[in-house]
């Protein structure tokens, strides 16, 4: 008898020490991966780096020999187009001279060979240099007037200040300044949120900080982002965005950053996300009063003597323990039995005040159970959010814990619907008057 058990515990053990080794392999392969990571990457940064300074030196020294020709060709052209008019001066003055001592040693010789020199001599030399104007003397420009060709704007700070700049080109990250932290499924899209890594090698960021998401359809790594081509879907400066309308059972890829310096930081490794939910609609429902527009997110009040007030949604595609947020985009007169709520249980009721259903009414009054609760929330305004948040209370599973926010304004209640809770729930309107319009998000 013994031996069976120790043979059973051997087995036992055995059992457990193949999964433990199953789990040993996986983790050895996720640090296979993680290595492969940080070489890959360290390697196309390398590579990066070179590429990216010999194509700067290249552009540097390229751009100082062009500016070093450009001012030596224009010191040329300044100097040949001063000189030119300088050099024809200058010969007409080195001919007078010239001719002018001719006349002299002729008219020395004259003088010397007076006694000798026939009067019709004498006479042709002064007829030849009487025409001559000893008095006049060429047009010689001031020095002032002279081009004196000088260099200015050659900063000596940018002998220091370009090697400073350079010094300063580029930095090395452990991680991206910024990360996917969460991707939740959400009716028809993807709530993602994102933070900041601390990382001193992060240049300064700005503020307050901007950041970017992106998505794409399909499972894309860091490698493939590279070629792969996303869509813009947020820029601000919140840290959690959702983005909608997204096939069923698709894989999407999502990546963030921030702005940092001149610039945007490299973005986050991609991850991978899918929704499951059908995006949330409005019922369709014949002499509702209630006009439907962009794909039944959209309910307006059109008839004030519909038959039908509370207007559902077409299918309780609520989970329990998730949220869902309407937008007030127009607004008509208030009534008492306005609201925006939760129900359990679809019923042909005309108001929403009533045991299980939770809602806030249009001037902010909470009703839970058809009971009025002391805390209040804001009036209902154009471009207004309410946002209900449904979480399981653990210690009694036919309670829910709600809370519901207006605006910055939140109230938190218990409800216990009724029945029987199981796991979803419908959303609801009701509204007297006409010219409300509501989206549900």
């Known amino acids: ?161 370009l090697p400073e700049e350079i010094g300063s080109e580029g930095y090395v990250l452990a991680h991206a300044p910024v990360q996917i932290e969460e991707l939740r499924e959400r009716p028809g899209g993807v709530l993602a949120s994102w933070y900041e890594v601390e990382d001193e090698d992060i240049p300064e960021k700005q503020s307050p900080a901007e950041y970017r998401l992106q998505y794409c359809c399909g499972r894309v790594d860091r490698v493939t982002m590279n070629t792969t081509k996303f869509r813009e879907a947020y820029q601000g400066h919140d840290t959690c965005c959702t983005v909608k309308n997204l096939k069923l059972n698709v894989d999407y890829s999502f990546r963030a950053c921030c702005k940092v310096g001149r610039g945007w930081s490299p973005w986050s490794i991609p991850q991978v996300a899918r929704t499951t939910l059908l995006q949330h609609e409005w019922e369709v429902a014949e002499d509702s009063g209630y006009t439907l527009t962009s794909g039944n997110t959209t309910l307006t009040r059109t008839s004030p003597n519909a038959a039908i007030s509370v207007l559902h949604s077409n299918k309780n595609s609520l989970l329990c323990g998730d949220m869902v947020t309407f937008k007030v985009n127009a607004t008509g007169k208030t009534h008492r039995g306005d609201g925006l709520g939760l129900v359990l249980v679809q019923e042909e009721d005309s108001i929403l005040q009533r045991i299980g259903a939770v809602c806030v009414g249009s001037t902010g009054v909470v009703h839970v159970n058809g009971k009025e609760m002391t805390n209040q929330l804001p009036a209902l305004a154009k471009g207004t959010t309410v946002t209900f948040d449904t979480s399981k209370v653990t210690s009694d599973p036919k309670k829910l814990r709600v809370s519901i926010t207006v605006g910055d304004r939140q109230v938190t209640c218990e409800w216990v619907p009724g029945g029987d809770l199981g796991e979803h729930l419908y959303f609801a309107a009701c509204f007297v008057h006409k010219g409300w319009e509501i989206t549900v998000e």
Request: charge should be negative.
């Open 1 to 161: 008898m013994g031996d069976l058990k120790e043979l059973s515990s051997i087995k036992e053990t055995i059992s457990q020490a193949r999964e433990h080794v199953q789990q040993l392999e996986e983790r050895l392969q996720l640090l296979g991966m993680a290595k492969t990571q940080v070489e890959s990457s360290a390697q196309e940064a390398k590579s990066t780096v070179e590429k990216h300074f010999q194509e700067l030196k290249a552009a540097i020294c390229s751009a100082i020999d062009t500016r070093q020709v450009e001012l030596l060709d224009r010191v040329e052209e300044i100097e040949g187009e001063s000189l030119e008019p300088l050099r024809e001066c200058e010969d007409v003055v080195k001919n007078s001279i010239l001719e002018d001592l001719t006349v002299i040693a002729e008219g020395e010789k004259l003088v010397e060979s007076s006694g000798v020199v026939s009067a019709a001599e004498l006479k042709l030399f002064c007829s030849r240099n009487n025409s001559r104007s000893l008095n006049s003397l060429p047009e010689v420009p001031p020095l002032s007037e002279v081009p004196c060709i000088l260099l200015a704007g050659l900063d000596p700070a940018c002998i220091t200040e």
